[in-house]
């Protein structure tokens, strides 16, 4: 029963590049959030997602950064026009009904570093 | 302003003694409270969960209280091995948040054999 997998693991982008980070669920899980920790600070909520929907937004900023679950296939964050204060550790969690299950499990990251 | 407080101090703790962590939180009321372990470059991972109204969680040597007047909880491992090193991470599950969770900056435990 493979975890959350995320990809890729480290990813070094250029300023102004795009970034694209890529999340799998855990098998059952149709619930995503993706959280940004920075440097010496705690995991900052960014985005939560069900298939097809984004359904908590609030953690995420105004400009550069979208995110989606499609119905088929992972769900994707999105940075565009990367800038140095982007360089961060990105995780995805899944969980099942957040109704009546809390429990998120997190994947191994994704490690930005902006050049 | 909303603030979840863990001692940023390392906790240097002796093999077989009990490591215990604090978790306070302000302007927050949170349904849930959550404890996950983090190890260098990899993801936090889930622990224990303690609701609103529960007083004592224990899960074999892990043991979380939560105190909703004091706004507090405490995170006590007993007989702790050197295995146990980690950064401990405290979360908070708003209500009708979503699910999402609102997380200390962990506090860190060296187990010391």
């Known amino acids: 029963n493979a975890g959350v997998m995320q990809n890729p693991r480290h990813l070094v982008r250029r300023r102004g590049q795009e970034a694209r980070l890529r999340c799998s669920p855990m098998?059952?899980?149709?619930?995503v959030y993706w959280y940004r920790q920075l440097p010496e600070e705690g995991l900052k909520f960014m985005v939560y997602?069900?298939?097809?929907?984004?359904?908590?937004e609030s953690g995420m900023p105004k400009e550069r950064f979208s995110a989606e679950f499609p119905k088929e296939g992972p769900s994707i964050l999105r940075i565009q026009q990367v800038v140095r204060g982007d360089s961060a550790a990105y995780f995805c969690?899944?969980?099942?009904?957040?109704?009546?299950?809390?429990?998120?499990?997190f994947g191994p990251g994704t490690r930005l570093t902006v050049t | 302003s909303q603030k979840i407080e863990q001692n940023s101090e390392a906790l240097n703790i002796q093999e077989g003694k009990t490591a215990t962590l604090t978790c306070n939180y302000t302007?927050?009321?949170?349904?849930?409270l959550q404890w996950y372990r983090q190890d260098p470059g990899r993801g936090p991972v889930f622990l224990l969960l303690?609701?609103?109204?529960?007083k004592e969680k224990r899960k074999e040597r892990l043991k979380v209280t939560f105190d909703t007047t004091l706004k507090q909880s405490l995170f006590h491992i007993t007989a702790s091995q050197p295995a146990d090193s980690a950064t401990y991470l405290c979360?908070?599950?708003?209500?009708?948040?979503?699910?999402?969770?609102?997380f200390g900056k962990g506090n860190q435990v060296v187990v010391i054999p």
């Open positions: 969690a899944s969980s099942r009904d957040p109704g009546r299950d809390y429990e998120q499990y």
């Open positions: 303690i609701r609103e109204n529960e």
């Open positions: 979360a908070l599950g708003l209500p009708y948040g979503n699910n999402r969770l609102a």
């Open positions: 302007n927050y009321s949170p349904a849930y």
């Open positions: 098998k059952g899980h149709s619930h």
């Open positions: 997602l069900q298939k097809e929907n984004i359904i908590d």
